[in-house]
């Protein structure tokens, strides 16, 4: 039986976020226009952290959205359960600005197409990029990431978790293979 | 969550939280531009009011409106109720038509319940005669949660017509799950004769709660429901239980004044009182269409029984 395998710890995390913030500042040429909007539970704080560097590469005060991508899914009545509904939080209007999404992991896209059908009913953004943590593949839908922390080649059912200190006390990326998870079942 | 919402006592302490916090994310759609999310997309939510309401039908109809369901109205007047056409057969029409979801108000009490056993669809009870209005309740848990900031522990006096009012008896089973402290008070011969056993206190004397209480609740004096007997005039029951200017004042600082709405201001309300800054009688009505959403919700987008093992029955899933 074996344990989660770390992708990425606090420092890589801290790095791809780093380099992910000039990447956004360089793509539009400065950060005047840019709302970074965070998808809940994990991709608000990551906003939250990209802002901050932001701010002190560039000097520019970025605005900083959460936004609860639950009543815009795709599969309401499919589950067992109705999903849990987290907090959305815009509080500015983002009409004509640069919207950048962030989420902690981009798998089939799903999320994201939820995402920008739910940013649409706040207003019309001039456009939308993506920026995620982790890409780990295995996409359902035409959507890909503008910025990406790391590419991870993964297994389908493999358990990709990603922590955040501010919810989980500490910052890392694990993946528990398929395989591993099978045997921890049994 | 139970498949059906017919009582307050279908609801645990840890379903009412959920309720109330998914209501609270339904707020804040309330709050946007466009008031609408697609999250019940093409299931079908009929209203099927066979009692006079306002508030309700509407608050119901625009929060499935907002989840962008279909909605269908349907009363007594203009429908086949009025040539005579029995429940049953007309449920068995809705069920016919595919109404995921029935909500009903009804003057008889038990008949949401027996709805459950002619369709497949949600029950949600909207009102059925002298037994129970449990959404009222949950909007009334929630302002009150909201305002004061906990439920637990809260003093809560609920006023008047307790006999008739579907209102107390949902709201009194809400608040004793939540473990509010409540007090019934009216007339002694408007007092259920069972209200010991719902775990509250009773009590003939506002005057002597007043001055202790986090929430004072007035209920409607439901002249159509009542003879003539229950007390000797309307200006004697306003001395005695109404909510006067007078008593208004004694009520501790930060204490809330609630009314389920409609109100006979004068009779159990001074119309002063109804619009005083601590009465939060028309967030009330704001809160209701959220906390409606949030059971839509709830209900409609669960794939289908959760039994008590927790697991769906697969062939709801399948189904749904």
Redesign the interface.
């Given at each position: 039986m074996s344990v989660a395998g770390t992708l990425l710890d606090a420092d890589d995390i801290r790095r791809a976020l780093t380099r992910i913030a000039h990447e956004i500042i360089e793509r539009d040429k400065g950060a005047a226009d840019v709302v970074l909007v965070g998808i809940a539970n994990r991709g608000d704080h990551l906003a939250r952290r990209l802002a901050a560097e932001i701010e002190r590469i560039e000097g520019t005060h970025v605005p900083v959205g959460v936004l609860?991508i639950?009543?815009?899914?795709d599969d309401?009545?499919?589950?067992?359960?109705?999903?849990e509904?987290?907090?959305?939080?815009i509080g500015i209007d983002i009409s004509g600005r640069t919207v950048v999404l962030v989420d902690d992991v981009l798998f089939t896209g799903r999320t994201i197409r939820a995402a920008m059908?739910?940013l649409i009913?706040?207003g019309r953004p001039d456009r939308i990029r993506l920026a995620v943590l982790v890409d780990r593949g295995h996409r359902e839908l035409p959507i890909r990431a503008d910025f990406v922390g790391k590419n991870v080649p993964t297994r389908r059912d493999d358990d990709v978790r990603v922590h955040v200190r501010e919810l989980d006390g500490d910052d890392a990326v694990t993946v528990q293979e398929a395989a591993a998870i099978q045997e921890v079942h049994r | 969550m139970n498949r059906h919402v017919l009582s307050m006592h279908d609801l645990t302490a840890d379903d009412v939280t959920r309720v109330l916090?998914?209501a609270?994310?339904f707020r804040?759609?309330g709050t946007?531009?466009?008031k609408?999310?697609?999250?019940?997309r093409g299931?079908t939510v009929v209203n099927f009011f066979l009692e006079n309401s306002t508030r309700t039908r509407i608050s119901f109809e625009l929060a499935a409106k907002r989840?962008s369901a279909d909605v269908i109205n349907f009363s007594a007047g203009g429908s086949s109720v009025s040539k005579g056409e029995s429940l049953k057969d007309t449920a068995l029409t809705l069920q016919a038509m595919g109404a995921d979801a029935i909500v009903i108000r009804h003057s008889s009490s038990g008949s949401p319940l027996q709805l459950t056993k002619w369709v497949e669809g949600h029950v949600l009870n909207a009102g059925d005669g002298t037994h129970e209005h449990p959404t009222q309740a949950l909007l009334d848990l929630y302002t009150m949660r909201e305002k004061l900031g906990r439920l637990e522990g809260l003093r809560v006096a609920i006023v008047g017509d307790v006999l008739h009012s579907r209102v107390a008896r949902s709201l009194s089973f809400g608040l004793v799950t939540m473990g509010a402290d409540v007090t019934l008070i009216g007339p002694p011969t408007l007092i259920p004769p069972d209200a010991p056993t719902w775990g509250v206190q009773v009590s003939y004397d506002l005057d002597a709660a007043i001055p202790k209480l986090d929430v004072c609740y007035m209920l409607r004096v439901q002249r159509e429901r009542q003879r003539l007997e229950y007390f000797p005039s309307v200006r004697e029951y306003n001395r005695l239980f109404g909510l006067t200017g007078a008593r208004a004042g004694i009520l501790p600082e930060g204490s809330l004044i609630m009314h389920p709405g409609p109100m006979n201001r004068g009779v159990e309300i001074d119309s002063d009182v109804a619009d005083l800054p601590q009465s939060v009688i028309e967030e009330q009505v704001t809160n209701g269409i959220a906390v409606r959403m949030s059971l839509l919700?709830?209900?409609?987008?669960?794939?289908?029984v959760?039994g008590a093992g927790?697991?769906?029955v697969p062939g709801e899933?399948a189904r749904?």
């Open positions: 609860d639950t009543f815009y899914r309401i009545g499919l589950r067992a359960e109705a999903p509904v987290h907090e959305t939080r059908d739910a009913d706040f | 916090d998914t609270e994310s804040e759609v946007r531009v466009i609408k999310v697609p999250a019940l299931r989840l919700y709830l209900l409609l987008g669960s794939g289908g959760v927790g697991q769906a899933v749904a």
